[in-house]
């Protein structure tokens, strides 16, 4: 049921062209932030007013919408987006990633392959991959401009001297088609591969700092590394204690004041499927249904 | 202003509006994919497609070059009237719509700034007819390779050189477009 | 045990329910009316409108209300609404100079045309708590109303005291300017910004902030020898041109605060010194804001009066414009709360296996 007070996907038509014309430079520069006049949202800036926008300018009535954070698609604040799509849009949703044409996120990749036709839209706090080198705006513009990256190598090889490792483990940087260093919003660093050749369309918006990035389908994403300390994406060296999946990214659940842990798939959808599916981890399928 | 002018917009200009720039923007994302863009009649020269994306795209802050046959009264009056956008010289230009011969010399509209490169144009060439044969494109958005009937090589390839400045382009005929983004690799078959 | 977050709809909706019974407190009390708040909590709903760039006392009022008096969600509150309503044209530039004044003070003239009228000021009370106010008795009008000057009495022409300097070349300039300002709300902020474009960051921006910036200044870090020509409060009329009629009708009024302030002088061998200005305008009756908004103004003219970047916060305009925002600042400052247990996972994960590598190292070497 659609709210009849607000145009459909609540922006006005200007405002949406406004955003589909950024949009479309995005994808012609792969990488590159568009500015774009972004509004305020009925929801605050940090919550995915970006991602938020970049949804709505891409809704039709016959989509199919995800939404996810951390993950999961029953976290409080994916359940309020889509909840505000269902009522400003009057579109269907759903938790099935493969079901899903638009699906929107908060730091995670879902683990099953996206597919042609489908549309992975980030919500971004920063966009600027640069920016905790270099606060400033306009020597950030310049840097990208020269593709002036030397700053991102130079932090990167601190961390290797300070370390003996790379020590960014999330919103870890990458090159796209070997131009523009774009940040990927803080995904954990295991999910950066999926940035890469996706058959979907990748966008990212970020409200607060007016800004909209585009990965084309089949676009080349490289993360940033040296050629003696190549990059590794990383989780928890565990398998899903409910479905036993060992190649998907685990949440660390406290269960009790003992030092008692389990882990478990970030990715709710996927975990469950593979349940649905007969895969059952160490501590089974039975301790699941009882909590539900 | 004729009555003309008057129709062939959107009836429900959300929807249509929407599902309109989805098919844009794969055009634009999958270069070498065609696709159907429907729900407007402009007055000719000017195709369907083209229509469609002007009333998707276009509004008041958004100005407009009609090159060759496409600036004509009714052209102008349907655009004026259905989007308010200023029709201005090819410089000037957000938005450029004409056949290929008329859109030249390329040389004439914004290509972006080293620092701001999405501040450029974006092209609306229309085509007696588009099929995936002819030159072969790779690049952002293609697997392998894709093919697309393009009136030439030459300009697309020397475009793609100023990467990441450049135009960006919709190849339209009826009501068929196709996109053409900057960073795309255009090689004689 | 494993306690999922599940049932993130059903708590949703509980919170809310939850919210709106807060809101409304002891029902044994008379609920509290948008009309009395815009009667008389008006400085709360002039800060609304100013900071959410939109002059309808009433919704503001409503606002205030539905935030349960938090002032920066109810400036969100009028956000979210403004950028959903469309736009008909722009109105004329307002004219200051034919303002219905109900305040007009100047700090660098005993006395001037047009006169120093006090008006409704907190500047000579006694802060003293009133319990009469508490006792639920009105507290009586002011007594001598009938001593006030009669209505009927034309107002003395009131000129900008900053023109009366200008006459004597003894202020700078403004160039006038017919090119259309930006409009921050419409166009994401380009730097380095126009100074209509930092007025426009900086009558919307957070009062507290705009405030600590200015007084910054004050205290050294940046100083601009301000002195406040001129703070005016009243009405203007806006004005529309209607391209049909062929002139301008004036379509409502709205309550404006304006500072004007005469700062140190410029001057170098070609050109006899001058003083220089800061502006400040801003929405109803909000002097603390337009009077911190015109320091800042002043502090971030630096580059075009020829001065020096001494690297202070209020000189630096990327830093000033970036942050003067309430709404986009609370926003990302409480999204922190919003679960990050993905990247605190990955966090996690590699500072075992550094410890883990280190101890190794260690146990390796003993």
């Known amino acids: ?292 | ?189 | 045990m494993y306690v999922a977050v599940k049932g993130g709809e059903r708590a949703i909706d509980a919170a809310h329910a939850w919210l709106a019974e807060e809101r409304r407190g002891d029902t044994a009390i008379a609920e509290l009316s948008v009309a009395q708040i815009r009667a008389q909590l008006a400085l709360a709903v002039n800060r609304v409108m100013a900071e959410g760039s939109l002059y309808d006392p009433d919704l503001a009022a409503l606002a205030i209300k539905q935030a349960r008096g938090d002032l920066i969600e109810a400036v969100f509150l009028i956000r979210a609404y403004r950028t959903t309503l469309p736009r008909f044209g722009a109105s004329r530039p307002i004219d200051t100079a034919a303002m219905d004044l109900s305040r007009r003070i100047s700090a660098t003239f005993k006395d001037l045309p047009g006169g120093q009228i006090l008006g409704p000021t907190f500047d000579y009370t006694h802060r003293l708590l009133d319990f009469a106010l508490m006792a639920e008795g009105e507290a009586p009008m002011t007594p001598d109303r009938a001593a006030a000057p009669p209505e009927s009495a034309p107002p003395e022409p009131a000129p900008h005291v900053t023109e009366m300097l200008n006459r004597e070349g003894l202020i700078q300039t403004e160039a006038a300017s017919d090119a259309v300002p930006p409009d921050l709300t419409r166009e994401p902020m380009e730097l380095p910004a126009t100074r209509p474009l930092r007025l426009q960051a900086l009558t919307r921006g957070d009062e507290g902030f705009v405030l600590s910036l200015a007084y910054s200044t004050q205290r050294g870090y940046g100083r601009t020898h301000a002195f406040v020509g001129e703070l005016r409060i009243g009405a203007v009329a806006v004005e529309m041109d209607i391209p049909e009629l062929g002139f301008a009708v004036q379509i409502g009024e709205v309550e404006v605060t304006e500072c004007e302030t005469v700062n140190q002088f410029i001057g170098s061998k070609t050109e006899p010194p001058q003083f220089t200005r800061g502006y400040g305008l801003v929405f109803g009756q909000t002097e603390r804001k337009a009077i911190s908004m015109s320091l800042v103004d002043r502090a971030l003219r630096w580059k075009e009066l020829g001065e020096d970047f001494v690297g202070v916060p209020a000189q630096d305009e990327e830093f000033v414009l970036m942050h003067a925002d309430n709404v986009q600042a609370t926003g990302f400052l409480e999204h922190i709360k919003l679960p990050h247990y993905v990247d605190f996972q990955s966090e996690l994960e590699l500072i075992r296996r550094l410890r883990a590598e280190a101890l190794q190292l260690n146990e390796a070497a003993e």
């Open chain 2, 1 to 189: 202003m004729t009555p003309e002018a008057l129709l062939g917009g959107f009836t429900n200009a959300p929807v249509q509006s929407a599902l309109a720039f989805r098919s844009a923007l794969e055009a634009l994302a999958r270069p070498g994919t065609l696709h159907n863009l429907t729900g407007a009649l402009p007055p000719p020269p000017m195709s369907k497609a083209a229509g469609v994306l002007v009333l998707t795209l276009c509004d008041g802050t958004t100005p407009v070059h009609l090159a060759g046959p496409h600036d004509c009264a009714q052209v102008r009056d349907w655009i004026t009237f259905h989007t308010g956008a200023p029709l201005v010289a090819a410089d000037k230009a957000i938005f450029a719509i004409g056949t290929w011969a008329a859109l030249q010399p390329l040389d004439r509209y914004a290509i972006g700034q080293p620092d701001y490169p999405d501040r450029s144009v974006t092209l609306i060439a229309e085509l007696r007819a588009l099929t995936q044969t002819g030159p072969r494109l790779t690049g952002p958005g293609i697997k392998t390779e894709a093919r697309l009937s393009l009136p030439e090589t030459a300009a697309f390839a020397q475009n793609r050189l100023q990467f990441p400045l450049g135009f960006d382009c919709f190849v339209t005929a009826a009501d068929l477009v196709a996109g053409l983004p900057r960073s795309t690799k255009v090689e004689a078959a």
């Open chain 1, 1 to 292: 049921m659609t709210d009849q007070a607000y145009n459909f996907a609540y922006l006005d038509e200007q405002t949406k062209r406004m955003i589909r014309r950024a949009i479309l430079k995005g994808i012609a520069v792969p990488g590159y932030q568009v500015p774009f006049a972004s509004r305020e949202m009925p929801m605050p800036y940090g919550w995915g007013t970006g991602g938020v926008q970049v949804t709505a300018a891409c809704l039709t009535p016959v989509d199919v919408l995800k939404v996810i954070d951390q993950g999961a698609d029953d976290t409080t604040n994916a359940v309020s987006i889509r909840k505000f799509f269902q009522r400003t849009a009057g579109i269907a949703v759903t938790e099935a990633t493969q079901e899903a044409t638009i699906i929107q996120t908060r730091h995670r990749i879902p683990e099953t392959s996206l597919t042609t036709g489908q549309i992975l839209v980030y919500q971004v706090p920063i966009p600027e991959p640069l920016r905790f080198l270099e606060p400033r705006e306009t020597e950030t513009r310049k840097m990208h401009e020269l593709e002036e990256y030397g700053l991102m190598h130079v932090k990167l090889y601190e961390d290797i001297a300070r370390h003996g490792t790379i020590a960014t483990s999330y919103d870890y940087p990458v090159k796209v088609e070997g131009r523009y260093v774009m940040d990927p919003s803080p995904i954990p660093k295991f999910d950066n591969p999926k940035l890469s050749d996706s058959p979907a369309i990748q966008l990212f918006g970020a409200g607060r700092e007016q800004r909209i990035y585009a990965l084309p389908p089949y676009t080349n994403v490289v993360s940033l590394d040296f050629d003696d300390h190549p990059f590794q994406p990383s989780k928890a060296p565990h398998d899903c204690d409910l479905c036993g999946a060992a190649d998907s990214y685990l949440d660390e659940v406290i269960t009790d004041d003992q030092g008692g842990r389990m882990f478990v798939c970030s990715d709710t959808d996927f975990c469950r499927s593979r349940r649905a599916a007969g895969h059952v981890g160490r501590l089974g399928s039975a301790a699941v249904e009882a909590s539900e």
